[in-house]
């Protein structure tokens, strides 16, 4: 079982920078794929980035792989998502997500994620 809490999210002026993270709690060690989702209002959950617990191996969406970088902190049990250079395009909710690993890359589809967060709102203003 995890447990996933986001924190971070705000509101920012275009051009900004934000720092969302994701407090990770778990009964049992060993590795996982940790990623962040977005979904805006009436469409589909959005991939953005995601990273390897053990290793640390990370993945970006095309929208993301320019400005926002994945990281763990494997002593507090975090991910964090740095944003920087938003756009009001980037106004979504954002969701953490723990995924069981296997030997490849971080998946990008959402149903292959076993675990979400609440979710955290992130306003850029124009």
């Known amino acids: 079982q995890v447990q996933l809490v986001e924190s971070g999210g705000g509101l920012v002026q275009a051009g900004g920078s934000l720092r969302l993270s994701c407090a990770i709690s778990?009964?049992?060690?060993?590795?996982?794929?940790m990623g962040w989702f977005r979904q805006a209002p009436g469409k589909e959950r959005e991939f953005v980035a995601a990273i390897t617990w053990i290793g640390g191996t990370a993945d970006y969406s095309d929208s993301a792989k320019d400005r926002f970088t994945i990281s763990r902190d494997n002593v507090r049990n975090m991910i964090n998502l740095q944003m920087a250079s938003l756009k009001p395009e980037d106004t979504v909710v954002y969701y953490c997500?723990?995924?069981?690993?296997?030997?490849?890359?971080?998946?990008?589809?959402?149903?292959?994620?076993?675990?979400w967060g609440q979710g955290t709102q992130v306003t850029v203003s124009s």
């Open positions: 778990r009964r049992s060690a060993g590795n996982y794929f």
């Open positions: 997500a723990a995924a069981s690993w296997y030997a490849g890359v971080p998946p990008r589809r959402e149903r292959e994620y076993d675990y």
